[in-house]
Nanobody
């Protein structure tokens, strides 16, 4: 599976962005998908994840209620709608795909990673 993230940019605090991740490979629908982020000088951290069917979603406490993850298996895409952005959301955002028996928030459970897209939130 190859992943291509897009949609990052510069936005003012309180604004919104929608990230998209396009996946190649016909087995996309069998993978759990996640978004992680990495701010300068910090570890990469979990943001959100969605099960292969889209039935189950998972969020970090810091984004719960503001971010929404979704997927469209027919188009091999997963999206992250980010509302109410804060300066502390500034980071490079990565999409990732995980095979069977995954823990959504565990970085090492993900097998494939996209290249990242930069989100900058100004105060």
């Amino acid at each position: 599976v190859q992943l291509q993230a897009s949609g990052g940019g510069l936005v003012q605090a309180g604004g919104s962005l929608r990230l998209s991740c396009a996946a190649s490979g016909r087995t996309f629908r069998s993978y759990g998908m996640g978004w992680f982020r990495q701010a300068p000088g910090k570890e990469r951290e979990f943001v959100a994840a969605i099960s292969w069917s889209g039935t189950n979603t998972y969020y970090a406490d810091s984004v719960k209620g503001r971010f929404t993850i979704s997927r469209l298996n027919a188009k091999n895409t997963v999206a992250l709608q980010m509302n109410g952005l804060k300066p502390e959301d500034t980071a490079v955002y990565y999409c990732a795909a995980a095979g069977a028996s995954w823990s959504p928030s565990v970085r090492s459970d993900y097998d494939y990673w996209g290249q990242g897209t930069l989100v900058t939130v100004s105060s």
